[in-house]
């Protein structure tokens, strides 16, 4: 079972979840996107913009993650803006399928990234989510490039 452990994921470019992946102009691959603490009980959820950069073999080079506030609490405008100035600097861009490694990050408690869930028993399978909010997540075959929501 350990052997069908992901080790790499492709995602490929579409109109949703995926609008903002690719290859910069330096060939890094990024992944721009929109993460989320869901509310849940007295506490208040939390929205997030993600800047994720990976080298050609898929590692992580380097995150970027901006809090915005819980949802409802923050201008709109104000995030798209934060958002938009994101994707500007990583300059020019060419939207495509990338292939990067399961990662994970911590910022103040909350853990980002797209985290490999083991199989909780016999039926079950191997998964990628993407976290927090679970939004996107990777089954087998992982070189589809295709994820469900």
Same mark, same amino acid.
């Given at each position: 079972? #350990?052997?069908?452990?992901?080790?790499? $994921?492709?995602?490929?470019?579409?109109?949703?979840?995926?609008?903002?992946? +690719? /290859?910069?102009?330096? +060939?890094?691959?990024?992944?721009?996107?929109?993460?989320?603490?869901?509310? $849940?009980?007295?506490?208040?959820?939390?929205?997030? $913009?993600?800047?994720?950069?990976?080298?050609?073999?898929?590692?992580?080079?380097?995150?970027?993650?901006?809090? $915005? +506030?819980? /949802?409802?609490?923050? &201008?709109?405008?104000? /995030?798209?803006?934060?958002?938009?100035?994101?994707?500007?600097?990583?300059? #020019?861009?060419?939207?495509?399928?990338?292939?990067?490694?399961?990662?994970?990050?911590? /910022?103040?408690?909350?853990?980002?990234?797209?985290?490999?869930?083991?199989?909780? &028993?016999?039926?079950?399978?191997?998964?990628?989510?993407?976290?927090?909010?679970?939004?996107?997540?990777?089954?087998?075959?992982?070189?589809?490039?295709?994820?469900?929501?």
């Amino acid at each position: 079972m #350990e052997s069908d452990r992901p080790q790499k $994921i492709s995602i490929d470019h579409d109109d949703y979840h995926a609008e903002h992946i +690719g /290859r910069t102009k330096k +060939g890094e691959q990024f992944f721009l996107t929109t993460p989320f603490e869901p509310a $849940i009980n007295e506490k208040e959820g939390c929205e997030y $913009i993600a800047l994720f950069k990976f080298d050609n073999e898929g590692n992580l080079l380097e995150h970027i993650i901006d809090e $915005i +506030g819980p /949802r409802g609490s923050y &201008d709109e405008n104000e /995030r798209k803006e934060k958002y938009l100035a994101r994707l500007n600097e990583l300059g #020019e861009v060419k939207y495509c399928r990338i292939e990067v490694k399961p990662f994970s990050v911590e /910022r103040n408690g909350v853990v980002f990234g797209l985290i490999t869930r083991e199989p909780e &028993d016999k039926e079950d399978v191997w998964a990628v989510e993407l976290l927090p909010g679970n939004y996107m997540a990777f089954f087998e075959p992982w070189d589809s490039g295709e994820y469900d929501t």
